[in-house]
């Protein structure tokens, strides 16, 4: 089983619409979760952190945690053409020498 | 967020020479740095996880003698591509964390062996 796992897609919505990644996790030890945003040839930046159950916005994005269903999700709202990307989710583990582990990431389009 | 650099952004070499990739944090301490390396269309591998001051833990699969990891300082780690195949072309991604926060990424190295 693996540690994160996602969705690969591709994901399709029309600008406008809300966007919603999925993530899930194996291990109930993991601590922290985070959503990067990779472009095509760029290198991975963070959009989101959630520590705790419960929803975490910012702007126009959304991240859901549930710990009991060890699932995690991000929303985005009003999508863009410029949020088309791949949407790697990140689970960290401290009793694993602090061992980040990535899902595959899911890609994401916002047709126009 | 916090800023880590890595340098070179791309990078050509023949077969059989040795490249080195720095990975910096230029506004925090890095208690920790990842490097991962990433083919076309496919996720992060991450190859090695490093401590400041200790050996670098490496991923099953990863020759630590081909892929050298030094974390000299709490700002800089270096990764050194030894004896570089074509094989080997690929888009190396540092990231850094201080404590128990996020992960910051690098800008990624790509490097072509020819």
Known sequence: QKEVEQNSGPLSVPEGAIASLNC????????????????????PELIMSIYSNGDKEDGRFTAQLNKASQYVSLLIRDSQPSDSATYLCAVHRRNTGNQFYFGTGTSLTVIP | GAVVSQHPSWVICKSGTSVKIECRSLDFQATTMFWYRQFPKQSLMLMATSNEGSKAT?????????????????????LTVTSAHPEDSSFYICSARMGGTEA???????LTVV
């Open chain 2, 104 to 110: 910051f990424f690098g800008q990624g190295t790509r």
């Open chain 1, 24 to 43: 899930t996790y194996s291990d109930r030890g993991s601590q922290s979760f985070f959503w990067y945003r990779q472009y095509s040839g760029k290198s």
């Open chain 2, 58 to 78: 490496y991923e099953q699969g990863v020759e630590k003698d081909k892929f050298l990891i030094n974390h000299a300082s709490l700002t800089l780690s270096t």
